[in-house]
């Protein structure tokens, strides 16, 4: 296993490549914003057009910090679950945490016209939305930590995650059958996945709950390290195999859950981004892969929302497809090319 120290090049490779993909993104748009122009404003606080001002801090300032929060935190809580369930096919919302709050917005905006007013909370805007995903999710958590109390398996949890999935992506099948196709259209709208319709406290809010996540995942990374060899390897460590599937579950539903809530479910990122780090730093030590991993996520998500705003024009493809017919291609190649998997 290599030093941390001799990954230096490459970090410092991704900060150049994170701080190019973010002015990128914030210059490029319906209305395209000279680069010169977006960095004198940055570091300096002078732009020619007070439009361009109002455009870059209104809109798309909060709007590449989303993605940059949002990159990071799936591609860790993803990270955090294949490393917790040893399986390279797991990703952030196997738990269930995602569909949760996909009941929870699904239950909003279609409850209305099924239970004939008694779900509906009045007008229906992003920060409604946000809540009641939230709380989806935090239900959901609820029951997964309450189940991890009674079952040692980490696999039987993983199945059990499994099925609360399936079981609220059900409900929301049923809500989709009767609700009105006004109701339904939002619903997808929603489910496509968008990081521009964050304003900055909600930024705020969101980078705080990320925090903590990222926070709970440094302080489990010796855990995290021992459990690749096997939970009996992990025991005679000495780790407290109950109280860290804890922390690596809260950590997980709090990076999932509250990205998922504010941008809506987003696909890829944390499943493949872990395998995308391993590859390019030849590693599985989770001292270098959780920075790893938070920079990689951030910079696809950056690139894709960049590919996803189309610029010059008005339009803005759903941000859950691009990160998939982009991201997968580069994984597959890298997969391909070294032809093993790290893990």
């Not at 000279?34 to 798309?60: D, M």
Request: aromatic fraction near 10%; glycine fraction near 8%.
């Amino acid at each position: 296993m290599k030093k941390t120290g001799s990954y230096r090049i490459p970090f410092i490779f991704l900060l150049l490549a994170l701080s190019l993909s973010f002015v990128l993104n914030i210059s490029f748009g319906s209305v395209s914003i000279p680069f010169t122009q977006v960095l004198s404003e940055l570091f300096s606080g002078k732009i020619e057009n007070e439009s361009w001002n109002y455009i870059l801090w209104s809109y798309r300032l909060p709007k590449a910090l989303t993605a940059i929060l949002s990159g990071g935190g799936l591609a860790l809580s993803g990270l955090l679950m294949q490393t917790l369930f040893r399986n390279p096919l797991a990703g952030p919302f196997v738990l269930g945490i995602s569909s949760g709050a996909s009941l929870g917005a699904a239950l909003l905006i279609m409850g209305s016209s099924i239970f004939s007013g008694i779900l509906s909370f009045g007008l229906i805007n992003t920060i409604s939305l946000a809540i009641a995903a939230s709380a989806g999710s935090f239900l959901v958590l609820l029951v997964v930590l309450a189940v991890a109390t009674r079952v040692k398996d980490t696999m039987a949890l993983l199945i059990i995650g499994l099925m609360f999935g399936s079981i609220t992506a059900a409900i929301v099948s049923v809500l989709s059958y009767f609700t009105t196709s006004e109701e339904l259209q939002r619903y997808v709208y929603w489910s496509f996945g968008s990081l521009g319709d964050v304003s900055w406290s909600q930024v705020s809010l969101l980078s705080g709950i990320v925090i903590i996540g990222i926070a709970l995942s440094i302080a489990s990374i010796k855990t995290l390290n021992a459990l690749l060899l096997g939970e009996n390897y992990a025991k005679s460590l000495g780790v407290q195999l109950q109280k860290s599937r804890y922390i690596i579950i809260i950590a997980t539903a709090l990076l999932a859950g509250s990205i998922t809530a504010f941008a809506g479910p987003i696909a890829f990122v944390g499943l493949a981004v872990p395998h995308l780090a391993r590859q390019l730093f030849n590693t599985t030590n989770h001292q270098v892969l959780v920075p790893a991993v938070l920079l990689c996520g951030a910079i696809l998500m950056l690139l894709c929302d960049l590919i996803a705003q189309i610029p010059s024009s008005a339009n803005v493809l759903p941000i859950n497809a691009i990160t998939s017919i982009i991201g997968a291609p580069v994984v597959i190649w890298l997969l391909t090319r070294k032809q093993k998997m790290l893990f």
